[in-house]
């Protein structure tokens, strides 16, 4: 099944050296966009990777995926500028980022982008591999959630 790429819009101000996805730069299944955006891509047919929504499912395999990157100082402001794209949630999984919050709690379903990707990926049936390959904390995450990278 093939299905439209990953597009990932990373917020100007995010710390490039503690960017998660950066590393996926240059794959020919995923497209990066500067936030804020002057032209919009074209998303029909996708999905917003959300911390609410309806639960991502294998019923949205067909769908191409919005992942929004940025702190969640940031998250605001760029999910009202998508806020017309279909939001889908990832509850129940931990994520291995050692992330200190200054303005108050993170959410408690709060991932690594990298982390929000591949759960995306597993859960739609798509191949995982060489997502977690520059993540430093991909083998704590991995077994904080139950998954064998070698099984992927």
């Known amino acids: 099944m093939t299905h439209p790429p990953t597009i990932i819009v990373r917020h100007k101000k995010e710390n490039p050296r503690k960017c998660s996805v950066l590393p996926l730069k240059g794959r020919a299944d995923v497209r990066f966009f500067s936030f804020p955006l002057k032209e919009l891509p074209d998303l029909t047919g996708y999905i917003r990777l959300a911390a609410q929504g309806a639960p991502l499912s294998a019923a949205d395999a067909v769908a191409g995926l919005l992942l929004l ?20 949630s990832l509850a129940g999984y931990i994520t ?21 990707l591949y759960i995306a990926h597993k859960i739609l049936g798509r191949p995982t591999s060489g997502l977690l390959d520059h993540y430093h904390w991909a083998e704590q995450f991995l077994t904080l959630n139950g998954w064998d990278e070698r099984k992927a």
Do not use: C, K
């Open 69 to 88: 990157d940025g702190s969640w100082r940031a998250a605001d402001a760029m999910t009202r500028q998508f806020a017309h794209v279909e939001p889908r």
């Open 96 to 116: 291995a980022y050692p992330r200190v919050s200054r303005l108050g709690a993170d959410p408690v379903n709060g991932l690594a982008s990298i982390e929000a």
